[in-house]
T-cell receptor
């Protein structure tokens, strides 16, 4: 069964801490994505990567960075967490071809105090 | 900018009743269209997708959706709702001109009453 896994389901951090969210996919997908989900706003794209060491900004990249050192792993980094980054974070992956769809992980609910 | 609109934030239907969730997108070119479902505390699961061809597409769990180009719509339907269908539903659109990135609607929360 194909899978996208995320390192934590729930995470509580303090303001100013550096936070790492990890995502791993086992489908050999080229593309990987990080979204933020907030009530009434749907999913908003933070960053995506179409190849190892490649990344592109999404719609709301401010306050975040990413790392993709291996094809199967895509990390989201909050350099200095703030309370307005409290949210649900979803990772997804897909093939590179045009007619592809995204597979999602279970999400990480991050609370920043 | 590309946008996807789901006009209903909440919908409540009785078990066994029919369901239609609305989705409209704002772009002229033919996009790729998706519906995802999210159960509480879970990630998103793909219900169905449209790339081209027959504008009525069948998905999992008895859902179907119809692409209407003239209305820029991709509404999701189910003839008879089950209590287990209670979840949040997201319409998403990929615009090829923008690297096939997905743009999501705000979601519709479905409640099923017995």
């Amino acid at each position: 069964d194909v899978k996208v896994t995320q390192s934590s389901r729930y995470l509580v951090k303090r303001t100013g801490e550096k936070v790492f969210l990890e995502c791993v996919q086992d489908m050999d997908h080229e593309n990987m994505f990080w979204y933020r989900q907030d009530p009434g706003l749907g999913l908003r794209l933070i960053y995506f990567s179409y190849d190892v060491k490649m990344k592109e900004k999404g719609d709301i990249p401010e306050g975040y960075s990413v790392s993709r050192e291996k094809k199967e792993r895509f990390s989201l980094i909050l350099e200095s967490a703030s309370t307005n980054q409290t949210s649900m974070y979803l990772c997804a992956s897909s093939r590179a071809s045009g007619r592809a769809w995204q597979f999602f992980g279970p999400g990480t609910r991050l609370t920043v105090l | 900018a590309q946008s996807v609109t789901q006009p209903d934030i909440h919908i409540t239907v009785s078990e066994g009743a029919s369901l239609e969730l609305r989705c409209n997108y704002s772009y002229g070119a033919t996009p790729y269209l998706f519906w995802y479902v999210q159960s509480p505390g879970q990630g998103l699961q793909l219900l169905l997708k449209y790339f081209s061809g027959d504008t009525l597409v069948q998905g999992i769990k008895g859902f179907e959706a119809e692409f209407k180009r003239s209305q820029s719509s991709f509404n999701l339907r189910k003839p008879s709702v089950h209590w287990s269908d209670a979840a949040e539903y997201f319409c998403a659109v990929a615009f090829m001109e923008y690297g096939n990135k997905l743009v999501f609607g705000a979601g519709t929360i479905l409640r099923v009453k017995s």
